[in-house]
């Protein structure tokens, strides 16, 4: 079973910036796109980006298109998410998931979430 921990969030200025972790565990790393994910209060989850397995797709919601970075460390089961040029609707809890063809239980691979608070 896949097994997601993200870490890196905390407080930031606006204009800061953070960088996200999600450590994969339990299957092979490289099989899975890797995708970020957000809730703010009262809001619906939202789609940040995702990373392709071999890092070399990426996508972005508009929202974050040119501030943020998505990557991926194969041989470190991590992917990371760069954050700069923060702004205080960017606070929210930002998720992790894993996504594969060969993994029939993808719908299932979300980590707990690390909450990141953008203040001005």
């Known amino acids: 079973q896949v097994h997601l921990v993200e870490s890196g969030g905390g407080s930031v200025e606006a204009g800061g910036s953070l960088r996200l972790s999600c450590l994969v565990s339990?299957?092979?790393?490289?099989?899975?796109?890797i995708s970020w994910f957000r809730q703010a209060p009262g809001k619906e989850r939202e789609f940040v980006a995702v990373v392709g397995r071999e890092a070399s797709t990426t996508f972005y919601a508009d929202s974050v298109k040119g501030r943020f970075t998505i990557s991926r460390d194969n041989a470190r089961n991590t992917a990371y998410l760069q954050m700069d040029r923060l702004k205080p609707e960017d606070t929210a809890v930002y998720i992790c998931?894993?996504?594969?063809?060969?993994?029939?239980?993808?719908?299932?691979?979300w980590g707990q979430g690390t909450q990141v608070t953008v203040f001005s």
């Open positions: 339990g299957s092979t790393f490289s099989t899975y796109d």
């Open positions: 998931t894993a996504d594969s063809d060969d993994d029939p239980n993808s719908a299932n691979n």
